[in-house]
């Protein structure tokens, strides 16, 4: 379970599972992640502002530049996956990330990313898939990869 579940079977993560009473009761706690007192990994996250502010703040900030914040973004996911106690949200934060991927690369994605990560994927990453995919499919980044601001009536965009 540790390997899917989590990010693999650390003898900390092991000691976890037998202190919370097995796999199942670990589990049913990873389900409710708000629960569970991630301040280590909270506390390593800490000097990452990038990953904090909104798409305007980093667009707007001229010592600011794009490889910083996809810097950010990926040092705050191998952080979350080392430290943090909520193993299962982030297995699935970074899932649905991917499943709904955007290129960062592509147009305004990268500015509005963070924010899209913090407030619409992580929020609802264990939570409904309909609401996760409404809020997905509408969200800046989103609308940015598929090239929504070149869709024209009768010529709708098709993606």
């Known amino acids: 379970m540790a390997s899917r579940a989590a990010y693999g079977p650390t003898p900390s993560l092991v000691h976890e599972i037998r202190q919370a009473g097995g796999p199942r009761a670990w ?5 409710r992640p708000d629960r569970i007192d991630d301040s280590e990994a909270e506390s390593q996250l800490a000097d990452l502002a990038l990953v904090r502010r909104t798409a305007k703040d980093l667009r707007d900030d001229p010592l600011i530049s794009g490889g910083m914040v996809a810097r950010e973004l990926r040092v705050a996911t191998v952080l979350r996956a080392a430290w ?6 982030e297995v ?3 899932f649905w990330s991917e499943h709904f991927s955007v290129s960062i ?3 305004g994605v990268l500015w509005h990313k963070p924010w899209e ?4 994927i992580r929020p609802e990453a264990l939570g ?6 409404q809020s997905v ?3 800046p980044s989103m609308l940015f990869y598929l090239d929504q601001s070149s869709s024209r009536a009768p ?3 098709e993606n």
Do not use: C, I, K, Y
């Open 27 to 31: 589990l049913d706690t990873q389900l």
């Open 84 to 89: 943090t106690r909520r193993q299962l949200l």
């Open 92 to 94: 699935m934060t970074q």
């Open 105 to 107: 690369d592509s147009g």
């Open 117 to 120: 990560d913090r407030n619409l």
């Open 128 to 133: 409904s898939f309909e609401t996760l995919l």
């Open 137 to 139: 499919a509408s969200s």
């Open 155 to 157: 010529n709708v965009n």
